[in-house]
């Protein structure tokens, strides 16, 4: 597409007031090409964990991929499998509340139970290491009651305190490529989604 058409394919209104069906068709238009694109711009977010290991054993993508070896060995859903691979995806960006940027991220294609244990996965994997850093350790309590608090306890048992083994047959990222391509390609429920 030339340059002058792709001009011609664009909204014409300089404030939303004044917005047509036209501008927002051409909106739609424009945007389609890039609805694929999510899937490569979380996997070079993945990227980006490599190296950086934070004072632990392993790296913080090493981290990721473990949890989402064993999650994968242990039989749980695709779905299941992209959360733990996931899970800590915010470190970097979001580091004084790593948990609800992953969990922000996948919403709008993850189940609520899948949602609310990658939301509230750190005050829970807390259990494990909060007295060491003077914070309680039994914080995650606040939840007790909670549908989910059990699926997100056995989360952070299972999966994620114990993926920090350095020496770990640890699947690559390029195995879970197509598990999360799969189900980041259509939301479940957004804003922008008719029922």
Not at 127 to 136: A, P, T
Not at 143 to 162: N, V
Request: with cysteine.
């Amino acid at each position: 597409m030339a340059d002058g058409e792709m001009l011609q394919d664009r909204a014409k209104f300089h404030s939303m007031t004044e917005g047509t069906q036209e501008d927002w068709a051409a909106i739609t238009r424009a945007a389609a090409p890039h609805r694929g694109e999510l899937a490569d711009r979380l996997l070079a977010h993945l990227k980006l964990l490599d190296n950086d290991h934070g004072g632990f054993a392993v790296d913080r993508l090493e981290h990721s991929l473990q949890t989402a070896t064993r999650a994968h060995r242990d039989g749980r859903d695709e779905e299941y499998v992209v959360c733990a691979l996931m899970h800590d995806i915010g470190d970097i960006l979001m580091p004084a509340n790593h948990a609800e940027l992953g969990a922000t991220i996948l919403k709008p294609y993850v189940s609520e139970a899948n949602h609310w244990m990658m939301d509230k996965h750190g005050v829970f994997q807390g259990y494990y290491f909060f007295h060491y850093i003077g914070l309680d350790r039994d914080m995650r309590e606040q939840f007790r009651g909670h549908p989910h608090f059990e699926y997100c306890a056995q989360f952070c048992h299972l999966y994620d305190q114990s993926s920090f083994d350095p020496a770990y047959d640890t699947m690559p990222l390029d195995a879970f490529e197509p598990m999360l391509r799969r189900v980041v390609e259509t939301p479940k429920q957004s804003l922008y989604k008719k029922d």
